[in-house]
T-cell receptor
Framework: ETGVTQTPRHLVMGMTNKKSLKCEQHLGHNAMYWYKQSAKKPLELMFVYSLEERVENNSVPSRFSPECPNSSHLFLHLHTLQPEDSALYLC?????????????????FGEGSWLTVV | QKEVEQNSGPLSVPEGAIASLNCTYSDRGSQSFFWYRQYSGKSPELIMSIYSNGDKEDGRFTAQLNKASQYVSLLIRDSQPSDSATYLCAVRRRIGTGFQKLVFGTGTRLLVSP
């Protein structure tokens, strides 16, 4: 069991549905991330929050909307998705990499949410 | 050119052999390097980190870094069937805003046969 928990683990949704993915970290970290992993593609960084402020948005379509109410919780709100959005969505956390002087500081992943859009 | 490149494999080795996984990166400003292991249907888990040139050993795993050649490798000695997984190389680098992030390769699939 990791210090980063994601729910739900599996989600099937229609293209007109609205759903949310939830992530909670118990590691005392102050940065949280959403990654997307599709078959045969590298992990794609979607959003980064540091100290509850969004610091990166990698040109993600607006049908994905993140929310970070505090340093322990992160949500990804989903609306009018497309079948090509079907993928594994991974949440991760770390100490803020930009402020950390520890070279080895890195990110730790949750177990992921498998999303299928039909 | 991809920021982090790995051969997708699969790399097949017999049980007990040494598995050698390689990774190259494009940004000379990269500071730290990581290897994650990802079993099928699971999330990536950190197995090694390295940030100085040379070798770093941890049990059966050895990470090697050559910043001049922009090359990172992972050696797995006495490979076991349980080592069969996809190994992701990740590079920590600074972006324009001063923020740092991890960039991942596509991963190399390792198959260890009994």
């Amino acid at each position: 069991e990791t210090g980063v928990t994601q729910t739900p683990r599996h989600l099937v949704m229609g293209m007109t549905n609205k759903k949310s993915l939830k992530c909670e970290q118990h590691l005392g970290h102050n940065a949280m991330y959403w990654y997307k992993q599709s078959a045969k593609k590298p992990l794609e960084l979607m959003f980064v929050y540091s100290l509850e402020e969004r610091v990166e948005n990698n040109s993600v379509p607006s049908r994905f909307s993140p929310e970070c109410p505090n340093s322990s919780h992160l949500f990804l709100h989903l609306h009018t998705l497309q079948p090509e959005d079907s993928a594994l969505y991974l949440c991760a956390s770390s100490q803020d990499l930009s402020r950390s002087r520890i070279s080895g500081n890195t990110i730790y992943f949750g177990e992921g949410s498998w999303l299928t859009v039909v | 050119q991809k920021e982090v490149e790995q051969n997708s494999g699969p790399l097949s080795v017999p049980e007990g052999a040494i598995a050698s996984l390689n990774c190259t990166y494009s940004d000379r400003g990269s500071q730290s390097f990581f290897w994650y292991r990802q079993y099928s249907g699971k999330s990536p888990e950190l197995i090694m980190s390295i940030y100085s040139n040379g070798d770093k050993e941890d049990g059966r795993f050895t990470a090697q870094l050559n910043k001049a050649s922009q090359y990172v490798s992972l050696l797995i000695r006495d490979s076991q069937p349980s080592d069969s997984a996809t190994y992701l190389c990740a590079v920590r680098r600074r972006i324009g805003t001063g923020f740092q992030k991890l960039v991942f390769g596509t991963g190399t699939r390792l198959l260890v046969s009994p």
